[in-house]
């Protein structure tokens, strides 16, 4: 490996076709933000349409609904056109609505049957603790013991996930499976393709939760068969704190009656004719519940027209390289500190990097003093995300820099060893 230094992470910079996509940005002064797998920076284009819907309640008031350059009324199913191409949805299969957790509950709600011995849920013991709880408490409120009732598959290792091990536990009792498509700590990419070729050959139902991979990989969720899916639009998509969320769902479900019904998942046509009877989307826009929340909506606007200007798969490449050069760097750099790498290497990784130290919380602490913003995962895990559209191998190479300077300085020492409140 040639040896890297401040000159080559520039040439790198001066290379990369996307390198102008950092002025859109707003980037908080003096940091090197490495934390947008945690919460994506706001951009001029999701600023602007933030904006223009605003002005369009000030200036149309109820009008709003139907009428200006964005009307609410049908601002869910645009924007989840606009999201297609990034799950591998085809139009009509993607809704930008609720949230990560909520979609979960809807879609669980909707695909979840247990049905004689088949009662079971699968999912993993690595899973973030919001689809946890979801899918717990789905299983009580159906009057089974979640205890025994939610299989989780577990990690060999305490980082990842084997494919095999989870197609083990597609067992004959298990009727819904549940998985993240990119592990949140690690950042491990689930092999969602064969899974859901496993899952379909057992007839069983499987649903992804996309929010560490949406807008940093792939996904041909049509295309594999793939039942379901959902996600948040705030990390890797930038749509700022809270943003509507959005979900998938195959067309060979289009039809399926929603588990939780609301007058939003109602065809738009016959919607405000107020009937008792509803009449569902025939599209994933059945699975939307209540009144949109248009301006949490509208900065995603703005956001996604990046991501469709530029495509997901040179963003992908881009945050492979950016990646692979932080690796490159922690391994000329970083040896001897007590660091362990905890994401794979190889190209199943998301896009952030795990790194292990048992000081890590107060070592989180130190390089944001020195305007390095990573993200704590408790106990010992700092992530550090350089993403494609804001990040250069500039940065990247800053950071392991501070990190350097923060080692070998022990500048972490007067902190204390432990997570903030939100962390
Ligand atoms: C971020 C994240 C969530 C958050 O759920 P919200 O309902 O958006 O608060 C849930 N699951 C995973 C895997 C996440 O990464």
Same mark, same amino acid.
């Given at each position: 490996m040639a040896q890297h230094s401040l000159a080559n992470a520039r040439e790198l910079d001066r290379k990369d076709a996307l390198s102008s996509y950092k002025d859109e940005f707003y980037i908080p002064a003096n940091t090197k933000y490495m934390?947008?797998?945690? /919460?994506? /920076?706001?951009? @001029?284009?999701? %600023?602007?349409?933030?904006? %223009?819907l605003l002005d369009s309640w000030k200036t149309l008031g109820i009008d709003g609904w139907t009428e200006g350059e964005h009307p609410w009324f049908y601002l869910s199913e645009q924007v989840g056109e606009k999201m297609a191409p990034? #799950?591998? !949805?085809? @139009? !009509? %299969? #993607?809704?930008?609505t609720g949230s990560t957790t909520t979609n979960l509950h809807q879609l669980v709600s909707t695909f979840y049957k247990p049905d !004689?011995? @088949?009662?079971?849920?699968?999912?993993?013991?690595l899973n973030f603790p919001s689809d946890i709880y979801a899918l717990k408490s789905q299983l009580q409120l159906k009057g089974y013991d979640s205890d025994?009732? /939610?299989?989780? #598959?577990?990690?060999?290792?305490?980082?990842?996930l084997k494919e095999d091990d989870i197609i083990d536990a597609m067992t004959d009792d298990v009727a819904l499976i549940v998985l993240p498509a990119v592990l949140y700590r690690s950042g491990q990419v689930l092999d969602m393709e064969e899974l859901t070729k496993a899952a379909q050959e057992r007839n069983i139902p499987i649903g992804f939760d996309l929010c560490h991979s949406i807008g940093a990989v792939e996904h041909s969720l049509h295309d594999w068969g793939t039942d379901f899916a959902f996600w948040c639009t705030y990390k890797h998509l930038n749509g700022g704190p809270g943003s509507v969320g959005g979900l998938f769902v195959h067309e060979k479900h289009f039809g399926k009656a929603p588990g939780l019904a609301g007058w939003f998942g109602s065809q738009k046509e016959s919607q405000f004719d107020m009937d008792h009877t509803m009449d569902p989307a025939l599209d994933a826009g059945a699975y939307q519940i209540g009144t949109p929340h248009v301006l949490s909506l509208a900065p995603v606007i703005g956001s996604l027209d990046m991501f469709e200007e530029v495509g997901i798969a040179a963003i992908r490449a881009k945050s492979l390289e950016l990646t692979d050069y932080m690796l490159e760097l922690i391994e000329q750099e970083l040896q001897g500190y007590g660091f362990t790498i905890g994401n794979p290497v190889d190209e199943t990784r998301g896009g952030h990097l795990l790194l292990e130290h048992e000081e890590a919380a107060r070592i989180c602490k130190a390089l944001k003093e020195d305007g390095i913003i990573p993200d704590f995962r408790a106990p010992n895990g700092?992530?550090?995300?350089? #993403?494609? /559209?804001?990040n250069s191998f500039e940065d990247v190479w800053?950071?392991?820099? @501070?990190?350097k300077t923060i080692m070998d300085e022990k500048r972490y020492e007067k902190f204390e060893n432990k997570r903030g409140v939100v962390a």
């Open positions: 934390d947008g797998n945690s /919460l994506g /920076l706001l951009s @001029k284009r999701a %600023e602007r349409t933030l904006h %223009e990034l #799950v591998g !949805g085809k @139009k !009509g %299969e #993607v809704i930008a !004689g011995n @088949k009662t079971k849920i699968l999912a993993d013991e025994t009732h /939610l299989i989780r #598959v577990k990690s060999r290792d305490g980082r990842y700092i992530r550090l995300a350089p #993403v494609a /559209l804001y800053h950071t392991i820099q @501070k990190l």
